[in-house]
């Protein structure tokens, strides 16, 4: 049936015939069902794209941050609070930009920590162990109750997303000295 229906629509003497005949193109009329097709997607598609993102939680790190307040380090930070304490996770999810030259405080943790350098360069010490320089790709983990301090490299901003819980504890300054004397090494060691 439908392959004669075309036959008759492509048939310039039957064309009119089926037109006056039938009722297939009063109800299948093309531009009619386009039109009200159009209307109701632009009245339903608010709702559809709000549906799509309900029930989602989605956060981006991308996003630089604040300028936080220059307590416990030298030098220029930005943080980013991507996820706060949520009951159901347990943990902070916080984006850190180091400006070159730039340094935290002697710090610890009182459960694990995790930093994913996700740009840049820069540098990571626990309390006894040598420094180590950290970039792109490191992941650094922590365990709780360790001394431990992050930096940018002299030269480079640093990129990190960290991932902790519980309570920071800051615990010495780490002076501008101590800091020049490890960006020496690790520069001289490369």
């Known amino acids: 049936m439908l392959r004669k229906r075309e036959y008759l629509e492509n048939c310039p003497q039957e064309r009119s015939?089926?037109?006056?005949?039938?009722?297939?193109?009063?109800e299948f009329n093309t531009p009619c069902i386009m039109k009200r097709l159009c209307a109701i997607l632009i009245c339903l598609s608010p709702m559809l794209l709000a549906a799509q993102e309900e029930g989602y939680r989605m956060h981006s790190y991308a996003e630089e941050g604040v300028k936080a307040p220059n307590v416990h380090y030298l030098g220029e930070a930005w943080l980013h609070r991507v996820i706060e304490d949520a009951p159901e996770l347990g943990y902070h999810l916080t984006r850190a930009t180091f400006k070159a030259n730039s340094t935290l405080d002697w710090h610890q943790h009182s459960e694990p920590q995790v930093?994913?350098?996700v740009e840049g360069m820069g540098y990571y010490q626990e309390r006894g162990k040598d420094p180590v320089l950290i970039q792109e790709g490191d992941v650094v983990q922590c365990d709780p109750n360790t001394e431990h301090w992050h930096a940018s490299s002299k030269e480079h901003d640093v990129t990190y997303l960290a991932i902790y819980s519980g309570e920071t504890t800051w615990t010495e300054a780490l002076t501008?000295?101590?800091y020049d004397a490890v960006?020496?090494?690790?520069?001289?060691?490369?």
């Open 17 to 26: 015939y089926l037109a006056k005949n039938s009722s297939f193109l009063e």
């Open 115 to 117: 930093l994913i350098v």
């Open 176 to 178: 501008r000295e101590d």
């Open 183 to 190: 960006a020496d090494l690790l520069t001289t060691e490369k």
